[in-house]
């Protein structure tokens, strides 16, 4: 090698670590925060939670005991203008089960009927859960579905009471 080939490498190695050094320096520098405008930044609260409710005394939701009750009036009874009849017997033996009147969950009505007639006994059901559900308070807030339930000749109720 000759000294004008040493001579341009030492400089090429010279301006190589300026341009180097000259990188790590923008490097640092944009980790750096900004200038401040002079006036100190004010640090907004951070939201607290509320605090936690203490827990019920019972799970809420459905009770899982269920009160079954069974109304011996026919649904051809019923269909004939029993409603208010049908009505009765099921607050009052509600009543006697359930002294307490809490509030129903979920109901669900049998209505019998021959095995010819099995839409016309779930109709009847669904429309006893309609009248529960709008003409008596405890009914007020439950859901609920009709089903055929044989030929027995009777309304069979299995009620879930809300805790």
Known sequence: MTNQNRSR????????????????????????PAKSSGEPATRKPTPTAPPTPPPPAHPVGLDPNHIDLTV?????TYRAGGADALLAQVN????????????????????SDDQAHVQRANDTAEDVF???????????????????????NNFEFKIFLLN
């Not at 011996?72 to 051809?76: G, I, K, R, T, V």
């Not at 405890?138 to 009709?146: D, H, K, T």
Request: charged fraction near 10%; proline fraction near 3%; avoid cysteine.
């Open 9 to 32: 490498m030492t400089m090429l190695a010279g301006w190589l670590f300026a341009d180097l050094f000259l990188i790590l320096l923008v490097a640092g520098l944009t980790t750096l």
């Open 72 to 76: 011996a009036m026919s649904p051809n």
């Open 92 to 111: 009052a033996q509600l009543d006697q089960k359930d002294p307490t009147h809490r509030a129903v969950g979920f109901v669900l009505v049998f209505a």
């Open 130 to 152: 309609q009248l529960l559900h709008t003409r008596s308070k405890v009914f007020a807030a439950a859901s609920g579905f009709g089903y055929w339930n044989g030929n027995h």
